[in-house]
């Protein structure tokens, strides 16, 4: 019969108490917590998933932030883009008022006063910026895009952002797409009465001839029709009015055509943001499955635990009272 002495009495006690009482903390770790992972021991497999999940979630609460700021910026765009149409379609209606012979000289100076202005306003909406950051100058958005002439200086790339991953969408338009038509016109009269310059101060004009009258590539800005328009109007020349007609018809289209664009890109940008909270709603459900305890069965365990650690105490104090007389009597 093999002797059991007294160390070892108390090491098994030690070990039967600490084992039940790391137990018993863990449990009373889960139950403040209620949940079933506290450190990635408990579940190494569903702790993978678990930062996998916590993963997603912040590059969807950096993709939120993302297609707030592109909605922000194709709002304001819309916006400019809308008054932008209403100052043309009234420059087109009183072009093709002055276009006939009823008005007098007097009457079109006065109407080419304020289409000075609309000018002015276009180019307002032009350097129109949100913030600090110009809408109309491509990627140089610290840039002015457009000087008092109408000169284009920014550049012609989109800013592009990323809504989700790998998932890229253009939130701006550049001044060359939108303030110029580009295309193979034959350099012919109407052509060149575009290039009028006028000096207001002493209501002088100059024609630049081009080098050729072959067809070539034609810049027209809606700055340069409009500067047109003013020209014809204050020179009292009906017929130079009627063919900017279809120009400033072109420059409509155009321009309701991008507003087209930015609205098809907002209802973009909105079906992506309601897919991204759908998939946070599946990653959060998930998550739950995963991570949360089941509570009922916690307390239960924790109950267990409990009742185990009193009898061990109870058991253990009976052991250590006893002493070599309790063995004598």
Same mark, same amino acid.
């Given at each position: 019969?093999?002797r059991v002495?007294e160390n070892s009495s108390?090491n098994?006690?030690n070990?039967?108490v600490g084992?039940?009482?790391?137990?018993l903390e863990?449990?009373q770790l889960?139950?403040?917590?209620l949940?079933?992972?506290?450190?990635?021991?408990?579940?190494?497999?569903?702790?993978?998933?678990?930062?996998a999940?916590r993963s997603?979630?912040?590059?969807a609460?950096?993709y939120?932030?993302?297609?707030?700021?592109?909605?922000?910026?194709?709002?304001?765009?819309e916006?400019?883009?809308?008054?932008?149409?209403?100052?043309?379609v009234?420059?087109?209606?009183?072009?093709?008022?002055?276009?006939s012979n009823?008005?007098?000289?007097?009457i079109?100076?006065?109407?080419?006063?304020e289409?000075h202005?609309?000018?002015?306003?276009?180019?307002?909406?032009?350097?129109?910026r949100?913030?600090?950051?110009?809408?109309?100058?491509?990627?140089?958005v610290?840039?002015?895009?457009f000087d008092?002439n109408g000169?284009?200086l920014?550049?012609?790339?989109?800013? /592009?952002?990323? &809504? $989700?991953?790998?998932?890229?969408?253009? *939130?701006?338009l550049?001044?060359?797409?939108l303030? %110029?038509?580009?295309?193979?016109?034959?350099?012919?009269k109407k052509d060149?009465?575009l290039s009028?310059?006028?000096?207001l101060n002493n209501d002088?004009s100059?024609i630049?001839k081009?080098?050729n009258t072959?067809?070539?590539?034609?810049?027209v800005?809606?700055f340069?029709e409009m500067?047109?328009l003013?020209?014809?109007?204050?020179?009292?020349?009906?017929a130079i009015?009627?063919s900017?007609l279809e120009k400033l018809d072109?420059?409509?289209d155009r321009?309701?055509t991008f507003?087209t664009q930015?609205?098809?890109?907002?209802?973009?940008?909105?079906?992506?943001e309601a897919?991204?909270?759908k /998939?946070?709603? &599946? $990653?959060?459900a998930h998550?739950t499955r *995963?991570?949360d305890?089941d509570v009922t069965?916690? %307390?239960s365990?924790?109950?267990k635990?409990q009742?185990?650690?009193?009898?061990?105490?109870k058991?253990s104090s009976?052991?250590m009272?006893t002493?070599l007389?309790?063995?004598?009597r």
């Open positions: 019969m093999s002495s108390i098994s006690i070990y039967a084992k039940t009482k790391g137990r863990d449990l889960k139950g403040s917590t949940k079933r992972i506290s450190k990635p021991s408990d579940d190494p497999i569903g702790n993978t998933e678990l930062l999940i997603q979630n912040v590059d609460g950096q939120l932030r993302n297609l707030n700021f592109a909605q922000t910026q194709l709002s304001f765009t916006n400019v883009l809308e008054e932008m149409t209403d100052i043309l009234k420059a087109k209606e009183m072009a093709v008022g002055q276009a009823i008005y007098s000289p007097e079109r100076q006065g109407v080419s006063k289409i202005q609309m000018r002015q306003q276009i180019l307002s909406l032009a350097n129109k949100m913030g600090n950051r110009y809408l109309f100058a491509g990627q140089k610290l840039t002015r895009p008092q000169q284009y920014g550049d012609k790339n989109k800013i /592009n952002i990323e &809504v $989700n991953k790998d998932v890229y969408v253009p *939130i701006n550049n001044g060359a797409e303030f %110029f038509s580009n295309g193979k016109k034959p350099a012919e060149l009465e009028i310059d006028v000096d002088t100059m630049r081009p080098a072959g067809p070539e590539e034609v810049t800005s809606m340069d500067r047109a003013e020209n014809a109007l204050l020179t009292d020349n009906p009015i009627q900017l072109d420059s409509i321009v309701v507003r930015v609205g098809a890109l907002s209802n973009t940008i909105t079906n992506a897919n991204i909270e /998939n946070k709603l &599946v $990653n959060e998550k *995963i991570e305890a069965e916690l %307390f365990d924790l109950q635990e009742t185990v650690l009193k009898a061990a105490y058991a009976n052991l009272n002493n007389m309790d063995f004598l």
